[in-house]
Nanobody
Framework: QVQLVESGGGSVQAGGSLRLSCAFY????????MAWFRQAPGKEREGVAS???????VYADSVKGRFTISQDNAKITVYLQMNSLKPEDSAMYYC???????????????????WGQGTQVTVSS
């Protein structure tokens, strides 16, 4: 069984930064692809970024150049560094995991088996 616990959300002004953390609890962490999704009220869940076991990353166009996904294998934690935040980045952010296939893992929500409870990010203008 896998449990994901997010932290690090909060309220910031536009242009500010936040770092989200996702702690992985369970076995065989190295066999999972990890990703961040977000969902704003009234909108569909959107893939933000993903990272494969070999470090290959994928980003949504809306966050490229501003967000960075990374992993600390020693701490079994995945991070999402968010810089130059915009009001449209406001959403509930979720961490998710899916078994790694060895190729690039994209942010396709239905492929992810495990989800965290979410952490709220609010960006004011």
């Amino acid at each position: 069984q896998v449990q994901l616990v997010e932290s690090g959300g909060g309220s910031v002004q536009a242009g500010g930064s936040l770092r989200l953390s996702c702690a992985f609890y369970g076995y065989n962490y190295w066999q999972y692809c990890m990703a961040w999704f977000r969902q704003a009220p009234g909108k569909e869940r959107e893939g933000v970024a993903s990272i494969e076991r070999d470090g290959t990353t994928v980003y949504a166009d809306s966050v490229k150049g501003r967000f960075t996904i990374s992993q600390d294998n020693a701490k079994i934690t995945v991070y999402l560094q968010m810089n130059s935040l915009k009001p449209e980045d406001s959403a509930m952010y979720y961490c998710a995991a899916q078994p790694s296939s060895g190729g690039v893992c994209y942010t396709i929500a239905y492929k992810y088996n495990y989800w965290g409870q979410g952490t709220q990010v609010t960006v004011s203008s």
